[in-house]
C-alpha cells in the first residue's frame, strides 16, 4: 500500500495524545494521583491539532472531508461525528481551572472526554479492519490501536507525573512496563501473522521493502522507548522519560509505516500458482 505520509503523522499523533490523556484520567483515579488534566487536556489538543493540520493534507479536497459524513454505518463517519464533540471536550476540560472552575462538575467533563477518547480510537482502528487486506483483517487492529496509545500514554504520563514530582508512584511506573511490555509482545505477534496471512500476500517484515521501517520501529520503539522508560523509573529522570516519549512517537510512526505497506490487496484474477498462495 502505497504511504500516505500526512496520515502517518496525523495517526501518530492521535495515539500519543489521547493515549496521554486517557492514560493520565486512570492513572489519576486508580492510584490517586493529582495530575493536571487540564494541561494534559491542552497538549492533548496540540497533537490533535497537528494531526488534523496533518489530515487537511491527506484529504487535499474539502469535498473528501464532507464524504466522510455520508454513511452512518462507516467508522470513518463515527469518527468524524466523534472529532468536533472531541475537541470541544478536550477545550472545556483545558480551559476548566484557567478560564472558569467548573467545580463539581470538573470530574464529569473529565470523564465525557475521556470516553469520546477512547470512541475515537476504538473507530479508527475498525476503519483500517478491512477483508480486501488480509493483513488488517483480524481483530488485532483495533488492539493494536489501543495497546500503542496506551504505551505511549503511560510514557507521556510518566512524563507528566516527573514534572511536577521526584519520584514516579510505584504503580504507575508496573502500569507503563505492562502497557509497554503488551504493546511490543502484540506488534511482535502482527509482524509474525503478516508472513503467513495466504493469498499471495504473505510480507516478511525482514525484507525489504519492509525492512527499513521495521529496524527503525525496533531502534526507536522498542530499544529507545525501553530503555528510556527503564532509566526514567530507576533514576527518576525526566529527561529519560522524555527520551522515551520520543523513542515510542518516532516507534509508533515507524510502525505505521510497516502497518501500511504490509496491507497488500488481494489479487482478484491471479494468473499463477503464488498468487493463490498454494503448495505448487
Known amino acids: 500500500m502505497h504511504i500516505h505520509w500526512p496520515l ?8 500519543v495524545g489521547l493515549g496521554m490523556y486517557l492514560c493520565a484520567l486512570l492513572a489519576s483515579a486508580a492510584f490517586g494521583l493529582a495530575l493536571p488534566m487540564n ?10 491539532g497537528i494531526g488534523g ?36 471536550a ?34 479508527t482502528g475498525l476503519a483500517y ?13 483495533v488492539v493494536l490501536f489501543l495497546l500503542t496509545a496506551a504505551e505511549a500514554g503511560s510514557i507521556a504520563t510518566v512524563v507528566v507525573c516527573l ?3 521526584p519520584v514516579v508512584p510505584a504503580a504507575l511506573s508496573a502500569a507503563a512496563v505492562v502497557c509497554f ?25 525482514r525484507e525489504q521493502p519492509y525492512r527499513t521501517a521495521y529496524i527503525t520501529w525496533i531502534v526507536t520503539g522498542v530499544a529507545v522507548a525501553g530503555l528510556g522508560l ?20 518516532a516507534g509508533i510512526a515507524a510502525w505505521t509505516v510497516l502497518f501500511f505497506k504490509g496491507a497488500l490487496k488481494v489479487k482478484m484474477f491471479p494468473m499463477y500458482p503464488v498468487d493463490l498462495n498454494l503448495d505448487m
Open 8 to 15: 502517518v503523522v496525523s495517526t501518530t499523533c492521535q495515539r
Open 39 to 48: 494541561i494534559v487536556a491542552l497538549a492533548t489538543l496540540v497533537f490533535l
Open 53 to 88: 493540520i496533518a489530515s487537511i493534507f491527506h484529504l487535499q479536497s474539502p469535498s473528501r472531508f464532507f464524504n466522510a459524513f455520508s454513511n452512518l454505518k462507516s467508522h470513518l463517519t463515527q469518527e468524524a461525528i466523534i472529532t468536533p464533540l472531541l475537541g470541544i
Open 90 to 123: 478536550l477545550v472545556a476540560c483545558g480551559l476548566n481551572g484557567l478560564l472558569f472552575d467548573a467545580g463539581g462538575a470538573s470530574v464529569a467533563i473529565e470523564w465525557v472526554t475521556g470516553v469520546l477518547a477512547l470512541a475515537f480510537l476504538v473507530c
Open 129 to 141: 479492519q478491512m477483508r480486501s487486506r488480509p493483513a488488517w483483517n483480524t481483530p488485532f487492529i
Open 163 to 165: 514534572s511536577g514530582g
Open 181 to 205: 511490555l503488551a504493546c511490543v509482545a502484540t506488534q511482535i505477534s502482527y509482524t509474525s501473522r503478516m508472513r503467513t496471512v495466504g493469498y499471495g500476500v504473505n510480507v516478511d517484515a
Open 230 to 249: 527503564a532509566a526514567a523509573i530507576m533514576f527518576s529522570s525526566l529527561a529519560c522519560a522524555v527520551v522515551a516519549l520520543v523513542g515510542s512517537a
